[in-house]
């Protein structure tokens, strides 16, 4: 009785300690400011899927010239995809469809874009579109900017 009262005690502090630092990383990320919720699907192809898979649910952050992308389930200290200002091409926007509706959160705008080749959605607020796009106009003076 002792041993299981040990272990089930042993789990509930190894459970609290995860939840303590997968809190104290998303604090970390956002701790810089510049930070928006934002969903991210990588490598799509041409025809769009409307199907909801291949989402990522993530936080993206403005770092300089970059915006890194970082999981939320996750406990990797490091941004998952980094995006860099100058590489990234605005193919167009849209709503999203069918299932991807579950798949993302209320409201989003999924923006089509590539990066150095790889065609990829991202899907975030209106008010974190609008940033995001500003963003990318406020490039330094002779930086390609393409914005649909």
Request: net charge positive.
């Amino acid at each position: 009785m002792v041993l299981a009262l040990t272990v089930c005690g042993a789990v509930i502090v190894l459970l609290a300690l995860a939840l303590f630092v997968f809190g104290l990383r998303r604090r970390l990320i956002q701790r810089s400011g510049g930070t928006f919720d934002c969903s991210l699907r990588w490598d799509v192809a041409e025809k769009t899927d409307t199907s909801g898979k291949g989402w990522g649910y993530g936080i993206a952050r403005y770092n300089g010239d970059r915006v890194e992308w970082f999981r939320v389930f996750s406990y990797a200290p490091r941004p998952r995809r980094v995006l860099e200002r100058s590489a990234i091409e605005v193919a167009g926007r849209r709503a999203p469809e069918g299932e991807e509706e579950l798949a993302l959160l209320s409201e989003a705008v999924i923006l089509t874009c590539l990066h150095r080749g790889v065609r990829l959605e991202l899907a975030m607020s209106d008010d974190a579109l609008t940033g995001f796009l500003a963003w990318l106009e406020a490039a330094p003076p002779g930086q390609r900017v393409n914005v649909a």
